[in-house]
């Protein structure tokens, strides 16, 4: 596959860039993008800004003149900063906060591809991996400087104009790199006509890329006024270069959509909703970026600097010094009324993490927003009363009657009636973000619950509204999903183990489809909120393939982890290198074997290290996985054998039942990690067997950590011993994943 997309990228680089104004949003979205994150500024913000919105929006452009071939060394500067080709830099655990350390990392894989006669060896380097995101956050810190400025000089009596024309500078032109990053065809290598592999059959025409941005944003005739509605309220953000990275990833994920898209000639019509709807919401999360960056960088320049806490970067005695790049990379500085912490992380982010109690936990852990809803009576009442979604409601209801009087023993006809269509997802989604911006209880529902579970931490450095959207298109794509494997067969990923539990063409499992929805139908007027039909079919498709094993145990702190929890406050983390040891379950092939001797074995090992005092806690980890609806849950079996055969103490065990591969293993560990208040930042050690270990080290496990999950639940620290691996949590395992029911 590599092979391939080297292939087809080294012949569209001859294409690429050959007309300058259109490789990145036309003169249209980019000035409407700056005009807009100027215009939003908040009244505490940098309001001196707005007298200057003329020449930001001016300034919007601007970086893609710098791209001419006429200007060489110009052009082989800035050409890299306007992508983010995320494909190309898939072998990084994570991205390193230093635009020289990234650098040199590409070289590093470039030089391994190369030795091995790769030919994406060629592609494998600054230009054609891209470094946008150093871009932006440079930028960000131009106008913290140029702010700190403006109020010294303020403060002195003295003139500000070229001060106010200094930020505005680094505002206009930090702008073009956010609204870029919202552009999708910038976050992929198939910016340019698809690459590579191309089951669905979409376009290579490097033109697509103009036409999506130019040509149909020049179409619809976008407007500011299209744009302020979606952009939400300002936010400070907790670490730019984090919400920039975030961001790029965000706006990647819509790829495919662009590409379906144009496919389906949606591109042409000026009046097509998803399509308006995709370039609406992208360019507002454009300006909300920028919007967000400047008002954060006003907040940053009132306070004293924030030095690096290990003292100057540039300095060999620093302790995290880079001999090859001549510096440490970038802290994370806290926001004021925080302190930094040694290692430079934002330790006080991760402190707030707490257990969750759900309403219904099935519905909590795969869909926490419709739970968090049904908790919320004021937001519940808000949602039922909204114009736009008791349609949608209605809507529903009338596909859910149509279906029990009309479908009868066609599974396929009632999964078409009752799934979400991406014109009603993307309706629903506008009419969320609409009442976010709007009404007070919706948005003070957002920041004190949404935000603080965690369970929507990939979408954190959105604004409220843009939040709000988001977990509902996830809920929809995990409603459908349920629906598609357990009302009509599609193999999930892992069929062996997650699929249908009966034959879904059998004419009795498809008049069990037809009774389940005329109970559902008879109950319709209970269904007040435009989701309740797909849920509660959702819901009841779970119940009848007995698939609830996301639910089970739940809540954990309150049940078979409640000594343990307990035990947390009391332990001296000074005595331990480690906060915990994760021992991944391993599943027996028989039906009868309630613990795999691999498990066993993977804790005998774990145990001597835990009575060397090399943790205070045993994470172990596995739920009812091999063979197909076992009733033995690997983790549980696990801690049974630790106090039966071992002698450890059932307090100083913390289960995991719920993961169902090694993927989730590590996931589900630092999810429990976080939550149960272990020390931010501390590393667990992962012990196992040799060949587990070797597994969960090396390229093709981190590969499929980025297909399956979409992100790398923590950072892989050095190997001990062949049978263990140091592992620090990253904060965005907590994000739950809709697209696995049995374990989100």
């Not at 009576?377 to 029990?404: G, Y």
Request: hydrophobic fraction near 40%; proline fraction near 7%.
């Amino acid at each position: 596959m590599r092979r391939l997309l080297a292939a087809s990228l080294i012949l569209v680089a001859a294409l690429w860039l050959t007309d300058v104004p259109g490789v990145a949003w036309g003169v249209r979205a980019h000035t409407w993008i700056n005009r807009v994150a100027v215009q939003t500024l908040p009244d505490d913000g940098p309001t001196f800004l707005k007298a200057h919105e003329d020449w930001i929006a001016y300034l919007s452009v601007i970086p893609d003149a710098w791209r001419r071939p006429s200007e060489p060394f110009l052009k082989m500067l800035e050409d890299p900063n306007h992508g983010w080709f995320k494909e190309q830099f898939a072998f990084m655990t994570e991205i390193p906060r230093s635009r020289y350390a990234f650098v040199l990392k590409l070289y590093d894989e470039q030089r391994r591809l190369a030795a091995a006669g790769d030919p994406a060896a060629s592609l494998t380097n600054v230009r054609w991996t891209g470094t946008m995101a150093f871009a932006a956050v440079e930028g960000y810190e131009r106008m913290v400087t140029g702010m700190r400025t403006f109020r010294d000089l303020q403060k002195r009596g003295e003139s500000t104009h070229f001060a106010e024309l200094e930020v505005a500078y680094a505002m206009g032109w930090t702008g073009h790199y956010t609204a870029d990053g919202a552009q999708p065809l910038h976050d992929t290598v198939h910016h340019d006509g698809w690459q590579g592999t191309n089951p669905q059959g979409y376009t290579t025409n490097p033109r697509v890329h103009g036409v999506f941005e130019t040509q149909f944003v020049d179409l619809m005739k976008l407007e500011g006024r299209d744009i302020a509605p979606s952009v939400g309220a300002p936010r400070a953000l907790a670490d730019p270069f984090t919400a920039i990275l975030e961001h790029l990833d965000e706006a990647g994920r819509h790829t495919d959509l662009v590409y379906r898209l144009e496919k389906a000639g949606a591109l042409k019509d000026p009046a097509n909703a998803e399509a308006r709807a995709l370039v609406i919401q992208q360019t507002a999360r454009g300006a909300a970026l920028l919007r967000d960056l400047a008002y954060t960088a006003w907040i940053r320049s009132g306070e004293p600097p924030v030095n690096d806490p290990g003292g100057n970067p540039i300095v060999p005695a620093h302790p995290r010094y880079d001999p090859t790049t001549g510096s440490a990379p970038a802290h994370t500085a806290p926001l004021p009324g925080r302190s930094a912490s040694p290692n430079g992380d934002d330790s006080a982010a991760a402190a707030h993490w707490r257990p969750i109690a759900f309403s219904d936990p099935l519905v909590g852990k795969n869909f926490y927003l419709l739970d968090a809803i049904a908790r919320t009576p004021a937001v519940r009442a808000k949602i039922e009363q909204s114009p736009a979604l008791k349609l949608l409601r209605d809507a529903r209801v009338k596909a859910l009657t149509l279906a029990a009087d009309t479908c009868r023993l066609d599974s396929a006809c009632v999964a078409s009636a009752l799934s979400w269509t991406a014109v009603d997802v993307t309706a629903a989604a506008t009419a969320l973000t609409a009442l976010a911006d709007v009404d007070p209880d919706v948005r003070a529902f957002v920041t004190r619950d949404l935000r603080t579970s965690g369970t929507l931490q990939a979408y954190a450095s959105e604004s409220d509204g843009a939040l709000l959207a988001s977990a509902w298109r996830e809920t929809a794509a995990g409603l459908n999903r349920i629906i598609d494997v357990y009302a009509v067969g599609t193999k999930p990923l892992y069929p062996a183990i997650d699929a249908v539990s009966y034959d879904a063409a059998s004419e009795s499992y498809r008049r069990l489809i037809g009774i389940l929805v005329t109970v559902l139908q008879e109950q319709r007027e209970s269904l007040s909120t435009f989701y309740a039909p797909t849920l509660g079919f959702a819901r009841r498709l779970l119940d009848a393939n007995r698939r609830d094993e996301a639910a089970r145990f739940e809540p954990l702190h309150q049940g078979e982890n409640a000594a343990a929890v307990r035990r947390v406050a009391q332990v001296r983390w000074a005595a331990h290198p480690y906060a915990a040891i994760v021992v991944p379950g391993a599943g027996p092939d028989r039906p009868d074997v309630a613990l795999d001797p691999w498990a066993k074995m993977r804790l005998e090992l774990a145990v001597a290290r835990f009575r060397a005092g090399l943790a205070p806690f045993l994470i172990v980890s596995g739920g009812y996985v091999h063979p197909n609806q076992t009733p033995f849950n690997e983790a549980l079996e696990m801690k049974r054998a630790l106090v039966r055969d071992f002698g450890v103490a059932p307090e100083a065990i913390i289960i995991d039942p719920h993961a169902r591969h090694t993927t989730t293993n590590l996931r589900n560990a630092a999810r429990l990690a976080l939550r149960y208040g272990l020390p931010a930042g501390a590393p667990l050690l992962i012990t196992t067997d040799q060949g587990q270990s070797a597994y969960i080290g090396g390229q093709e496990f981190h590969d499929r950590c980025l297909r399956e999950m979409g992100h790398l639940p923590g950072t892989l620290g050095k190997r001990v011993s062949p049978y263990d691996l140091e592992f620090t949590p990253s904060e965005r395992a907590l994000h739950a994943d809709a697209r696995d029911p049995l374990d989100p």
